[in-house]
């Protein structure tokens, strides 16, 4: 077994301040390290400015936002729509992050000689600390929406410059929780059984399966990346040395989740969406508030399975349809979700006339299957450590959960409750706050960081790049791309 290791405000935005560059070293010598980040992989534009004490290793978010574009005609993500986001969002998003650069004055003691940019105008100009990278997503993701944020950090690079620092989207993923410890926030962290016991004066939300505990994820690590575009078990050693142990063999399951809750939502529900993350109001429509506690609506819903037999087996819905698992006579290591999408696609045609509550049934034996097909492939990644000849590595501190489908209580409470039934109650479980779920820069400046830390750079010829795998036995790797430049390590 893996054993645990306002108006005026709007025309400055149009207009923008005038920005003034005043220089005297290039090296990033001072007490903190300072990054603007961008990330455009998808649908949202967001910016962030992140500062990390050198000595202490502590961090601070002083701004993160992002704006979604809206894609609510489609029904889903438009790349087109999705550009013209970016190309209207992205740089006033950027001239707003500018003024939350820390104060030159507070920095370095003092000591205004470093690098300073003069923000604002006439009297409201202020001097900002340059930032000592720009740091932004350079893939996977669509291949023109990645362009937009990367040409704007090239041109802010040579602007300040600066080195540039375009990282991997799922790298940035999986080193989430790690930003969170640096934040000095704290993780949501799923308790172990052995916890629960020796803590059992501590008030625990049973439906969420999680308390909210300070842990940092140490390598070695798992993790499951759970979105809209990617579904993976990964086993990550370092910094840059991840392997896939499981992927999606056809839609990740945050596409799965979308996709069908356009056809079990009522329409009345489906039109109130503010986006197009229709698995978000799935779950809510699943588990509504309105019928109780919802950790109590998880638990006296959904039963783990005590063994393999009892995965083979169909969950009645209380109708004449069920959802089954997919591969549940197959031990491949290997996530599908395209049947549980034909299935509810079928069972929705066939029934055109469904009342409210087949509804909220076929919502919710949608996201059992999914989870629980979900949690099925890692038991078995756990399980086959065991196993002679197992490619399956035998070490792992914790399991990252991360990515948009992180978010969802439901998956914690099918992750939290199958892992305790089958044997492995003593893996922590770490997840993001939702806020850092979904795609963000806060993760991108995170993981230039690090990889700026370890002496990294990128090269000013990098071009985006749309399918790029963190594992070097299927694809390239993280080093593995061309632009990277090696530098010396700015952090002990």
């Not at 994820?217 to 798992?222: K, R, Y």
């Not at 399951?253 to 993350?277: C, F, H, K, Y």
Request: glycine letters at 8%.
């Amino acid at each position: 077994m893996l054993r645990p290791a306002c108006h005026h405000i709007r025309r400055r935005l149009i207009h923008g301040p005038r920005l003034r560059t005043h220089r005297s070293t290039t090296a990033a010598t001072g007490p903190s390290l300072v990054t603007l980040a961008i990330e455009t992989s998808c649908d949202d534009t967001a910016v962030a400015v992140l500062s990390r004490c050198r000595r202490t290793g502590r961090a601070s978010l002083l701004f993160n936002e992002r704006i979604s574009s809206d894609n609510r005609p489609f029904k889903g993500v438009n790349p087109a729509i999705a550009v013209q986001g970016h190309n209207a969002s992205l740089a006033p998003l950027v001239r707003r992050a500018l003024a939350f650069l820390p104060d030159a004055r507070a920095c370095d003691g003092g000591n205004e000689g470093g690098r300073v940019l003069a923000v604002g105008d006439g009297e409201c100009r202020t001097n900002r600390k340059m930032p000592d990278f720009v740091s932004v997503t350079r893939g996977p993701g669509i291949m023109a929406n990645l362009a937009v944020g990367l040409n704007m950090a090239k041109g802010l690079a040579v602007a300040w410059d600066v080195p540039l620092l375009a990282v991997h989207h799922m790298q940035a993923h999986a080193l989430t929780p790690r930003l969170v410890h640096a934040l000095g926030e704290e993780t949501a962290r799923v308790r172990t059984e052995g916890e629960a016991a020796a803590e059992s004066d501590v008030e625990v939300d049973t439906g969420a399966g999680a308390e909210t505990l300070t842990s940092c994820p140490e390598f070695p690590f798992l993790s499951l990346l759970v979105s809209g575009g990617h579904t993976q078990l990964v086993h990550s050693t370092s910094l840059v040395h991840h392997r896939i142990l499981a992927n999606t063999a056809d839609i990740a399951i945050g596409n799965l989740l979308d996709q069908t809750a356009r056809v079990i939502l009522p329409a009345d529900v489906l039109e109130a969406s503010p986006d197009v993350m229709y698995g978000r109001v799935l779950e809510e429509f699943a588990f509504p508030p309105d019928l109780g506690d919802v950790g109590a609506q998880h638990a006296d819903f959904f039963r783990p399975a005590t063994s393999r037999h009892d995965e083979m087996v169909d969950v009645p819905s209380g109708y004449s349809w069920t959802v089954p698992l997919p591969f549940r006579n197959s031990r491949k290591l290997v996530f599908s979700f395209s049947s549980i999408y034909t299935n509810v696609h079928r069972i929705a045609a066939a029934n055109p006339s469904m009342d409210l509550a087949e509804r909220r049934a076929l919502a919710r034996h949608t996201l059992r299957a999914a989870f629980q097909h979900l949690v099925s492939r890692l038991v078995l990644a756990l399980t086959d450590v065991a196993q002679p000849g197992s490619s399956v590595p035998a070490a792992a501190h914790a399991l990252v959960v991360a990515g948009g489908v992180a978010s969802n209580r439901f998956l914690m409470h099918v992750l939290r409750s199958t892992l305790v039934a089958r044997g492995f109650p003593d893996l922590p479980i770490l997840a993001p706050p939702v806020t850092l779920c979904t795609d963000n820069a806060a993760m991108v400046a995170w993981t230039a960081v690090e990889m700026y830390d370890a002496g990294w750079a990128s090269d000013l010829s990098v071009r985006p790049i749309g399918k790029w795998s963190m594992d070097p036995a299927v694809g390239e790797g993280i080093l593995g791309v061309d632009g990277w430049l090696k530098q010396k390590a700015s952090f002990p």
